[in-house]
């Protein structure tokens, strides 16, 4: 009995090797194939699909309850400007803007208007809806309407009366 569990052993030892070499020379073809696949694509190609992944990106980030401060208006446009490597004053001029105002619109210094919003979706081609942008807006809003205590301090000398005062949380 123990040599043949040893002679077992040895040949369950043998097939997991081999069968571990064809896993690595499988994955290496794998790789090698994505590779050749990868250099195929054109680079409108790569930019659709560079957009695509941007837009689920947002979206996954749309559908999580928490808020990423880092994940903001002008971070998904300015990673848009990057995917079609175009400079600020490019971009205005193609959505009709002023370059002032897409900077204050990248830095968080400024939401975009509903107007700018059709044009991203304009120039992206569909792929980046204007819902989607808005969307992100209101996140934003949402956000600091939960969070900006001290508002709510200083519009409670302008309520003179509170329902239910003695329940009230306010």
């Known amino acids: 009995f123990p040599s043949h569990d040893i002679n077992n052993h040895d040949t369950k030892l043998h097939i ?3 069968s571990k070499k064809r896993n690595l020379i499988s994955e290496d073809e794998l790789r090698k194939k994505r590779a050749q696949l990868k250099e195929s694509y054109t680079s409108d190609q790569v ?4 957009l695509l992944q941007l837009k689920f990106k947002l979206e996954d980030y749309l559908n999580q309850e928490v808020f990423n401060k880092t994940q903001s208006f002008g971070f998904y446009l300015r990673s848009y400007l990057q995917i079609l490597d175009k400079k600020n004053n490019t971009f205005a001029n193609e959505i009709d803007i002023n370059v002032t105002e897409l900077s204050q ?4 210094h400024r939401n975009p208007s509903e107007k700018v ?10 792929i980046l809806p204007a819902i989607l942008w808005h969307r992100l807006i209101e996140k934003e809003k949402e956000h600091e309407l939960l969070t900006n205590f001290s508002l709510r301090v200083r519009e409670r000398s302008h309520v003179n009366f509170i329902v239910n005062q003695q329940n009230s949380i306010l």
């Open 16 to 18: 997991m090797k081999t």
């Open 117 to 126: 919003l059709i044009r991203i979706e304009l120039h992206s081609n569909g």
């Open 105 to 108: 619109i990248l830095n968080n």
């Open 47 to 50: 930019i659709h699909a560079n």
